[in-house]
């Protein structure tokens, strides 16, 4: 089991039928919905939102987003001074961001009208009991 967040690394193929992207590596067997996010503008933060149990898959599928990952100490009264990680993910760069439950993550896009796509492994109802939030300004600095 990944106990870690980690980037899945695709790759594309072009020839004179057009372009073909791909994440072959991707195992969708635990999805149970995605939705897709729009940020039309950079200054929008989406965070932090966190789920002990829920692991949730980014992908980029137009512009790009500067995601960040942190693993809470204490859930109901986390640490200011825990380490977060860095991801910037591009729709050019063919890649999905695994967070696995145990953590905490913020986005914000990089460019105007951004576009990321979100599969989760829990069910709407399912999540509505492993979800936590935590004010936007902690733990790093959006701006």
Same mark, same amino acid.
């Given at each position: 089991m990944i106990q870690n967040p980690e980037i #899945? +690394?695709?790759?594309?193929? +072009?020839?004179?039928?057009?372009? &073909? @992207? /791909? !994440? =072959?590596? /991707? =195992?969708l067997s635990e999805i149970k919905r995605?939705? #897709?996010?729009?940020? @039309? $503008?950079?200054?929008?933060?989406?965070? *932090?939102q966190g789920h002990k149990m829920e692991q949730k898959w980014f992908q980029v599928i137009s512009g790009s987003f500067l !995601?960040? !990952?942190?693993?809470? $100490? =204490? *859930?109901?009264?986390?640490? /200011?001074? #825990?380490q977060i990680e860095r991801f910037i993910l591009k729709s050019?760069? @063919? +890649? !999905? &961001?695994?967070?696995? %439950? %145990?953590?905490? =993550? %913020? /986005?914000?896009a990089l460019e105007t009208n951004?576009?990321?796509i979100v599969f989760s492994d829990l069910t709407l109802e399912e999540a509505a009991s492993d979800n936590f939030r935590f004010d936007s300004n902690l733990w790093f600095d959006w701006k």
């Open positions: #899945i +690394q695709g790759r594309s193929y +072009q020839d004179e039928r057009g372009k &073909l @992207t /791909f !994440v =072959n590596d /991707f =195992n995605y939705y #897709i996010i729009e940020h @039309t $503008d950079i200054n929008i933060i989406r965070a *932090w !995601v960040a !990952v942190v693993k809470p $100490d =204490n *859930w109901e009264n986390p640490s /200011f001074d #825990i050019d760069n @063919t +890649q !999905v &961001l695994h967070i696995p %439950g %145990g953590f905490a =993550n %913020g /986005f914000k951004s576009k990321m």
